[in-house]
């Protein structure tokens, strides 16, 4: 089996803190997320799904918000940009928070929609989202302990959450032919 290493490209430390204060994150979470949705590569595109709607950029946010986005002047090129994308995961992420109450719970639901009873997949989700939480915090020096905006210091990229640890996964996604837009648009519920 031969794998193949790209580049992840460097993200601001400034945008994941700024996006998680937006919604009152823990900047650490909103990266775990990211590592799980793409690896940390800002021009990632899911596969088309069965709705016909499919995930794009960084965070990996589904077409399916594309109308609400486009109302407050988020378009589809624009989740190509790194800190847009961050500021739509953790508004989709805040909104999931707002229904579902629990941290762990909106989790899963930021993977499977809140509308979802794909329930066995989405706690999955959470599994792995908050095993590179804890790792990222590890890194970090401090308490595997969700806690929001609590401790953060900023790193420059998004790095592997499990580089210390004895298993490591990689996948390869191919770069995207779609031209990432810098925006520093807030988005409100």
Excluded at 60 to 67: E, F, G, R, S
Excluded at 142 to 164: D, F, K, R, S, T
Aim: with cysteine.
């Amino acid at each position: 089996m031969s794998v193949a290493f790209f580049s992840i490209q460097s993200v601001k430390a400034e945008c994941w803190e700024e996006a998680a204060a937006m919604y009152g994150h823990d900047p650490y979470l909103l990266k775990a997320i990211g590592w799980k949705e793409s690896r940390g590569h800002v021009g990632a595109v899911g596969s088309l799904l069965k709705d016909g709607n499919r995930a794009l950029g960084l965070m990996q946010i589904n077409t399916i918000h594309l109308p609400r986005l486009n109302k407050l002047g988020i378009h589809r090129s624009d989740l190509f940009d790194p800190c847009t994308s961050q500021k739509v995961g953790a508004w989709v992420l805040a909104d999931c928070l707002k229904k579902k109450g629990d941290i762990w719970v909106a989790v899963g639901c930021y993977y499977g929609g809140p509308a979802s009873r794909a329930y066995t997949a989405m706690r999955g989700y959470a599994t792995d989202v908050r095993r590179y939480y804890e790792g990222y915090k590890r890194q970090a020096g401090l308490p595997a302990v969700y806690q929001p905006l609590i401790g953060y210091q900023a790193q420059p990229e998004l790095p592997n959450p499990m580089a210390n640890n004895e298993n490591k996964q990689v996948v390869a996604y191919q770069n995207q032919s779609e031209t990432p837009i810098s925006d520093s648009r807030i988005i409100q519920f």
